[in-house]
């Protein structure tokens, strides 16, 4: 597991990629390789950067019920402290944060579809993925 949230954590200019570990069949611990790979060592990083694991798609492959998010990019922790505080203060003000995260989500989606020059760190791409899980851990 920390192999795992290691390598969540690495985001780029950050924390530099990590090798994902996994148990063999007899138990011992090796670096994981992806299906088809042909390098020695396959380094990862924050899946935010790149590609999102699809939430729905965990769930049915690995039957999970239920995630837990340690949220630990400081953009992204900095908006859900702030979304919280507002939702705090009441329904319309939830509603209100709700749909304003949409909408920021939407307009950097069609900000990086225009012009993906702009989002050379992967800073847009990963602002407009889904922050929260059913429990969100967010220092704060």
Avoid at 11 to 31: I, S
Avoid at 32 to 50: E, I, K
Avoid at 81 to 108: I, N, P, S
Wanted: include cysteine.
């Amino acid at each position: 597991v920390w192999s795992a949230i290691a390598a969540s954590c690495a985001f780029p200019c950050m924390f530099p990629p990590q090798v994902l570990l996994a148990k063999g069949r007899g138990g011992e611990t090796q670096p994981w390789q992806p299906a088809g790979s042909v390098s020695s060592t396959f380094m990862w990083r924050s899946g935010l950067v790149h590609d999102e694991a699809s939430i729905k798609g965990l769930r049915e492959l690995f039957n999970v019920n239920y995630f837990v998010v340690a949220q630990s990019n400081p953009v992204v922790t900095s908006i859900l402290t702030l979304k919280h505080y507002v939702c705090g203060m009441g329904g319309l003000y939830g509603k209100l944060a709700d749909a304003w995260e949409l909408e920021f989500k939407h307009r950097l989606k069609q900000l990086t579809e225009i012009t993906p020059w702009l989002d050379v760190f992967g800073v847009a791409r990963t602002l407009q993925q889904q922050w929260e899980g059913d429990v969100t851990v967010v220092m704060g």
